[in-house]
Every structure is written in C-alpha cells, then in structure tokens.
C-alpha cells in the first residue's frame, strides 16, 4: 500500500544520510514522526537510524524537550 511506499522511501532517505562521507552523518538527529505508537514501531525507528520516534498527536514539551537535548550535544560536537 502507499504506507509502504513511504515506509521504503524513509528507510532509503536514512540510509542515504547515514552513509555520507561528512562527519556528521552518523550523528545528525532524525526524528519520526508518526501515527504509529506500537513498540515494534519504535523499535524500527531505532533499527532504520533514527534517533528518536515521536507519535502523534505530538506532545510540543516533548518535541522541545528532544531538540533541545540533541541541540545540547551539538555543542560538544563541532562537525555539526
């Protein structure tokens, strides 16, 4: 179905951006962002690169909270 053809097209998109030759391409934060809330959804999130899997409805503390914790390390990390 067309959730598939996205699903597909994220996992490539994540790969695409892990494999970069550029210093921050294994660290640069992705976030999903999705309907999907079932733990093995979340592990799969985790599995395809992502650093965080957020559900909808989106809790604004939350997303904040998120940035605001990798924005912190970025300040450690000067390949960003």
Known sequence: GLGDVYKRQTQETIRKI???ER???KKIPVFAMTANAF???KQRSKEIGMNEHLSKPLD???LLDMIWKYMSERRNFRGC
């Open 18 to 20: 892990r494999s970069l």
């Open 23 to 25: 210093p921050d391409a």
């Open 39 to 41: 733990i093995e959804d």
């Open 60 to 62: 604004e503390k939350t």
